[in-house]
């Protein structure tokens, strides 16, 4: 593995994290823009200096306060930062430098902010999952890891069985129990990752998020009246079958061989 390329796909992580702040901030706002104004102190409405604005360096340097109000900086900015940098070194690491890699980093960056997003608001914007569902599909006419066929039925499949199974919780609870964010984030991973990645992207989703939401129940002592988001475990569970696709249908045809 050449690690001049590897040291790039961790710097360009790191940058596009920085810029997926921004996202996660502004985006979920009416009318919010991730253009004007630059980047400044949530507090002071101080516009930051390119050098207190360098990802993950600058934070470590002013100790996580604003060198104006010396307000503390969220933990949020180092995370995604890091997060994005490390996720962007696994993809060059399974992908190399490759159209692969720029397909799937793209996916990525639309993941990490949805997300962020979705754990603080609970919504996942259709300014992230609408155009991923469309670039996703028409991706997959250069990705050599997907067919459009495979692309265009996860799209299909994807968004259809989420709401299958949101309008069957509606018609025996008369709850809704999954937003309609959900279901196209489903569809755009299915876009992404193809209809093969649906079985595992659900059930490993439900698991995890069953585990969590026991978890929140006892804390809350809410009982079946305590709400996460479930955006996050799709997301999760996505970047998981990107990263062990092999090994997981792997397991799977040797589980339904042996069964």
Same mark, same amino acid.
């Given at each position: 593995?050449?690690?001049?390329?590897?040291?790039?796909?961790?710097?360009?992580?790191?940058?596009?994290?920085?810029?997926?702040?921004?996202?996660?901030?502004?985006?979920?706002?009416?009318? *919010?823009?991730?253009?004007?104004?630059?980047?400044?102190?949530?507090?002071?409405?101080?516009?930051?200096?390119?050098?207190?604005?360098?990802?993950?360096? =600058?934070?470590?340097?002013?100790? *996580?306060?604003?060198?104006?109000?010396?307000?503390?900086?969220?933990?949020? $900015?180092?995370?995604?930062?890091?997060?994005?940098?490390?996720?962007?070194?696994?993809?060059?690491?399974?992908?190399? #430098?490759?159209?692969?890699?720029?397909?799937?980093?793209?996916?990525?960056?639309?993941?990490?902010?949805?997300?962020?997003?979705?754990?603080?608001?609970?919504?996942?914007?259709?300014?992230?999952?609408?155009?991923?569902?469309?670039?996703?599909?028409?991706?997959?006419?250069?990705?050599?890891? %997907?067919?459009?066929?495979? #692309?265009?039925?996860? %799209?299909? %499949?994807? *968004? *259809?069985?989420?709401?299958?199974?949101?309008?069957?919780?509606?018609?025996?609870?008369?709850?809704?129990?999954?937003?309609?964010?959900?279901?196209?984030?489903?569809?755009?991973?299915?876009?992404?990752?193809?209809?093969?990645?649906?079985?595992?992207?659900? %059930?490993?989703?439900?698991?995890?998020?069953?585990?969590?939401?026991?978890?929140?129940?006892?804390?809350?002592?809410?009982?079946?009246? =305590?709400?996460?988001?479930?955006?996050?475990?799709?997301?999760?569970?996505?970047?998981? $079958?990107?990263? $062990?696709?092999?090994?997981?249908?792997?397991?799977?045809?040797?589980?339904?061989?042996?069964?």
């Amino acid at each position: 593995m050449n690690h001049a390329l590897s040291f790039l796909a961790l710097l360009l992580g790191a940058v596009v994290g920085s810029f997926l702040n921004v996202v996660i901030l502004r985006l979920p706002e009416e009318e *919010g823009s991730i253009v004007h104004p630059p980047s400044h102190c949530p507090g002071c409405q101080t516009p930051l200096r390119w050098y207190d604005n360098i990802p993950v360096v =600058s934070f470590l340097l002013l100790r *996580g306060r604003c060198r104006t109000c010396h307000r503390p900086i969220s933990w949020q $900015y180092p995370l995604v930062e890091v997060a994005t940098a490390l996720l962007s070194l696994a993809l060059y690491q399974r992908f190399g #430098a490759s159209i692969g890699f720029a397909i799937y980093f793209l996916f990525i960056a639309a993941l990490v902010p949805i997300i962020f997003i979705d754990l603080r608001h609970q919504i996942i914007p259709d300014r992230i999952s609408l155009p991923g569902m469309a670039l996703g599909l028409a991706l997959s006419l250069v990705n050599p890891f %997907l067919s459009w066929q495979d #692309a265009g039925l996860g %799209l299909l %499949l994807g *968004g *259809g069985t989420l709401y299958a199974i949101a309008a069957g919780y509606y018609l025996f609870t008369k709850r809704v129990g999954m937003g309609g964010g959900d279901i196209k984030l489903l569809a755009m991973i299915g876009a992404f990752l193809g209809w093969q990645s649906l079985p595992f992207v659900i %059930l490993s989703s439900s698991v995890l998020g069953t585990l969590v939401g026991i978890g929140v129940m006892i804390k809350e002592r809410k009982g079946g009246k =305590s709400m996460i988001p479930y955006g996050p475990f799709l997301a999760v569970g996505a970047m998981l $079958y990107l990263f $062990y696709s092999q090994k997981i249908l792997t397991l799977a045809i040797a589980w339904l061989q042996g069964a």
